[in-house]
């Protein structure tokens, strides 16, 4: 390394803010879909049955606030931080994979596609943020 952390401190400063703010979008969505359940499931096309609502607010409200509390404590503590950012890639990625595949076989909603483009834009940010690091500690080594 050449002894200067400009490169390192930009690079893993930006990918916290990222995970930031992913973590803010997981964590009022999944507020939203525990407050506003029958709203949020219409848009998404669900229609509950009888205690359908419990699954529902437990994995749409439930697990998006974990989700995003995960990636917040992550931001906050080096040691969880690289395990946090690597598993919400991971999983990003997933997300529209699915989408894809589920639209073309079931079809869409404005909102389903809306859901795609930031699930798409999360992932492709995460994925730019992990090479522009990969990058930087190149050229840090370089110089």
């Not at 709203?39 to 606030?65: C, M, P, Q």
């Amino acid at each position: 390394m050449n002894g200067n952390p400009t490169f390192w401190t930009f690079s893993n400063t930006m990918n916290k803010l990222l995970l930031l703010i992913v973590g803010l979008i997981y964590t009022i969505l999944g507020v939203w879909c525990t407050l506003l359940p029958e709203k949020t499931a219409s848009a998404l096309g669900f229609v509950f049955h009888g205690s359908g609502i419990v699954e529902y607010v437990v994995v749409y409200g439930g697990l998006e606030i974990g989700l995003g509390a995960a990636m917040i404590i992550g931001v906050f503590n080096s040691r969880y931080f690289p395990g946090v950012f690597f598993m919400t890639t991971v999983f990003s990625g997933i997300l529209p994979i699915f989408r894809i595949a589920m639209i073309v076989v079931h079809g869409s909603t404005t909102t389903l596609l809306a859901l795609l483009g930031v699930e798409s834009l999360i992932v492709i940010s995460l994925l730019v943020s992990v090479v522009f690091q990969k990058k930087e500690q190149i050229f840090s080594r370089e110089g």
